[in-house]
């Protein structure tokens, strides 16, 4: 049986998962629109989120642990989020990417080095989305802006994101 912090983190990455799903989904409905040379790449994403969604998922059902209650929160919070900063434009989508994923790659580091003094079926589950969600930071940073204008967006993302994350701690 996993320790308590450690459902705890698995249930929050879980959770996180859905929310990044819900951000890349409404995006790409928008960029369709206005923006259809990045929707392959929004799509790739998508693709990434999905898998690691299920990955953690599998691990909560085999573990026989919940997922977090607040997990319509998440998808609620991630499409809204996802649709605003597609109106705002294309580099307020990277903008809004970069913020995420540097939030959560934040979030992992400490998460793995838990992680790997307590639970290494949980620290692998991690560790085989890390790669993906850099590249991502990556995207975000190159084709996003660092313009005054867009730290706004920048900052409303990262503490929207630490937020979610705390509160799903608690849920
Ligand atoms: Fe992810
Ligand atoms: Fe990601």
């Known amino acids: 049986m996993p320790k308590k912090e450690v459902k705890r983190?698995?249930?929050?990455?879980?959770?996180?998962?859905?929310?990044?799903?819900?951000?890349?989904?409404?995006?790409?409905?928008?960029?369709?629109?206005?923006?259809?040379?990045?929707?392959?790449?929004?799509?790739?994403?998508?693709?990434?989120?999905?898998?690691?969604f299920d990955t953690f998922n599998s691990w909560l059902v085999s573990n026989q642990v919940r997922h977090c209650y607040a997990l319509w929160l998440w998808s609620l919070g991630g499409y809204v989020l996802g649709f605003i900063t597609a109106?705002?434009?294309?580099?307020?989508?990277?903008v809004c990417t970069e913020a995420v994923e540097t939030t959560v790659l934040h979030h992992l580091d400490w998460q793995l080095d838990f992680l790997e003094q307590h639970d290494l079926s949980?620290?692998?589950?991690?560790?085989s989305i890390k790669a993906d969600e850099e590249q991502h930071q990556n995207l975000g940073?190159?084709?996003?802006?660092?313009g005054m204008r867009y730290l706004p967006i920048?900052?409303?993302?990262?503490?929207s994101t630490r937020f979610a994350i705390w509160l799903s701690t608690k849920l």
């Open 9 to 52: 983190i698995i249930r929050v990455d879980h959770a996180g998962e859905r929310g990044a799903i819900s951000i890349y989904k409404s995006q790409r409905f928008i960029a369709r629109f206005f923006y259809k040379d990045i929707v392959a790449q929004l799509d790739e994403m998508l693709a990434h989120e999905k898998k690691h």
């Open 87 to 94: 109106l705002l434009g294309r580099k307020a989508i990277w």
């Open 122 to 127: 949980a620290h692998e589950a991690v560790v």
């Open 141 to 146: 940073f190159l084709n996003g802006s660092n």
């Open 154 to 159: 920048q900052l409303v993302v990262k503490y």
